[in-house]
């Protein structure tokens, strides 16, 4: 399936017509106000029937050449529009298309909770008290939750994982042989925000979350789903404690992440990458296959495959040493001159 609301965790809402939604999100139907549209969707990947924005100037080509039944935009940008395209005009572009989003895409909500015999694979699988399963749920053989865990609607968790209490998994596929420690959220709305008159509007968060087989994460740790896209951890990667995954994050396979480290949305991880501890990762970034990540690494820029980076902001580790180097002699030449003048 392709990037886009699951029909297992999103239900879609009645069409309307452009103009009708137009005046439902505050703004203008510039033309095309009788066309029917039914979803969102971004720019590159718009279909028949999808309303996209254009947020940023610097997309001004992908505007000219996206197939989206409507576009969302700036009242200077609306003469790059495709022109079989119906266009809404408004300040706030991407605040109107979250506004929209709400419209079209419901999240299925855990109304009830369903009896073991409706998700489980066979009756080798194991749920403790307080087990709370959603609709539409599956679990495969030889898996095992833990008291208090809550499984969302449309969850699929593969074969022979462990699942440990108090977990909450929603908007995810699960693989085989997956370790969900204590705590572990998984497929909590990622965190996105867009500027309005009115403050801060919430971009609804229309993905899932991907694990693969093997993958373990640790209690307490975050993995949030994707904006549009999934989020994805690849095979055998293993995750400590207290880590955060943002949105639409694509991490490799065997891949490990110490206690406290953060990705920010959008950043895609190679294979065998390590995070020392508390490691944190702008957004937007590619981390190469085979890097190292030290611990306490701030890193704001991309890092190139098999190099290690340390310090704040992280740079290539001879590099950091080498100024580590210099600044404690210039530190220990200016203490030992100051010494002297007493």
Same mark, same amino acid.
């Given at each position: 399936?392709?990037?886009?609301?699951?029909?297992?965790?999103?239900?879609?809402?009645?069409?309307?017509?452009? !103009? !009708?939604?137009?005046?439902?999100?505050?703004?203008?139907?510039?033309?095309?106000?009788?066309?029917?549209?039914?979803?969102?969707?971004?720019?590159?990947?718009?279909?028949?029937?999808?309303?996209?924005?254009?947020?940023?100037?610097?997309?001004?080509?992908?505007?000219?050449?996206?197939?989206?039944?409507?576009?969302?935009?700036?009242?200077?940008?609306?003469?790059?529009?495709?022109?079989?395209?119906?266009?809404?005009?408004?300040?706030?572009?991407?605040?109107?298309?979250?506004?929209?989003?709400?419209?079209?895409?419901?999240?299925? !909500?855990?109304?009830?909770?369903?009896?073991?015999?409706?998700?489980?694979?066979?009756?080798?699988?194991?749920?403790?008290?307080?087990?709370?399963? /959603?609709?539409?749920?599956?679990?495969?053989?030889?898996?095992?939750?833990?008291?208090?865990?809550?499984?969302?609607?449309?969850?699929?968790? /593969?074969?022979?994982?462990?699942?440990?209490?108090?977990?909450?998994?929603?908007?995810?596929?699960?693989?085989?042989?997956?370790?969900?420690?204590?705590?572990?959220?998984?497929?909590?709305?990622?965190?996105?925000?867009?500027?309005?008159?009115?403050?801060?509007?919430?971009?609804?968060?229309?993905?899932?979350?991907?694990?693969?087989?093997?993958?373990?994460?640790?209690?307490?740790?975050?993995?949030?789903?994707?904006?549009?896209?999934?989020?994805?951890?690849?095979?055998?990667?293993?995750?400590?404690?207290?880590?955060?995954?943002?949105?639409?994050?694509?991490?490799?396979?065997?891949?490990?992440?110490?206690?406290?480290?953060?990705?920010?949305?959008?950043?895609?991880?190679?294979?065998?990458?390590?995070?020392? /501890?508390?490691?944190?990762?702008?957004?937007?970034?590619?981390?190469?296959?085979?890097?190292?990540?030290?611990?306490?690494?701030?890193?704001?820029?991309?890092?190139?495959?098999?190099?290690?980076?340390?310090?704040?902001?992280?740079?290539?580790?001879?590099?950091?040493?080498?100024?580590?180097?210099?600044?404690?002699?210039? !530190?220990?030449?200016?203490?030992?001159?100051?010494?002297?003048?007493?």
């Amino acid at each position: 399936m392709g990037p886009g609301p699951d029909p297992r965790f999103f239900e879609p809402l009645p069409a309307m017509t452009v !103009a !009708a939604l137009a005046e439902c999100i505050g703004a203008e139907a510039l033309r095309g106000g009788d066309r029917m549209v039914s979803a969102v969707a971004p720019l590159a990947i718009a279909g028949e029937g999808d309303v996209a924005f254009l947020g940023d100037r610097r997309f001004l080509d992908a505007l000219s050449t996206t197939r989206a039944a409507c576009v969302i935009v700036s009242a200077s940008a609306a003469e790059a529009a495709p022109p079989d395209a119906a266009v809404i005009v408004t300040g706030e572009t991407q605040a109107a298309w979250a506004r929209a989003s709400l419209l079209f895409h419901r999240t299925i !909500a855990l109304t009830r909770s369903v009896t073991p015999a409706e998700v489980v694979e066979d009756d080798t699988v194991v749920l403790e008290p307080g087990v709370v399963l /959603g609709a539409g749920a599956r679990i495969g053989r030889g898996t095992r939750v833990g008291a208090n865990t809550v499984i969302g609607p449309g969850v699929h968790i /593969g074969r022979d994982c462990v699942i440990g209490s108090n977990v909450t998994v929603g908007f995810a596929l699960i693989g085989d042989r997956v370790r969900l420690l204590a705590g572990a959220r998984i497929g909590e709305p990622g965190f996105g925000a867009a500027g309005s008159r009115t403050g801060p509007v919430d971009v609804p968060q229309l993905g899932r979350v991907i694990l693969q087989d093997g993958v373990s994460v640790g209690a307490n740790s975050c993995i949030d789903r994707g904006a549009y896209a999934d989020t994805v951890i690849g095979e055998n990667t293993k995750i400590d404690n207290l880590v955060m995954i943002g949105h639409n994050c694509v991490i490799g396979r065997n891949c490990l992440m110490a206690a406290n480290t953060g990705i920010s949305g959008s950043v895609t991880v190679g294979d065998n990458v390590i995070f020392g /501890g508390k490691a944190g990762v702008g957004d937007h970034l590619t981390i190469g296959e085979g890097a190292r990540v030290a611990a306490g690494a701030g890193v704001l820029q991309d890092i190139p495959a098999g190099e290690t980076w340390s310090g704040y902001p992280a740079k290539p580790l001879r590099q950091f040493l080498r100024e580590a180097i210099w600044l404690a002699k210039q !530190a220990s030449g200016k203490a030992r001159k100051e010494s002297r003048n007493d």
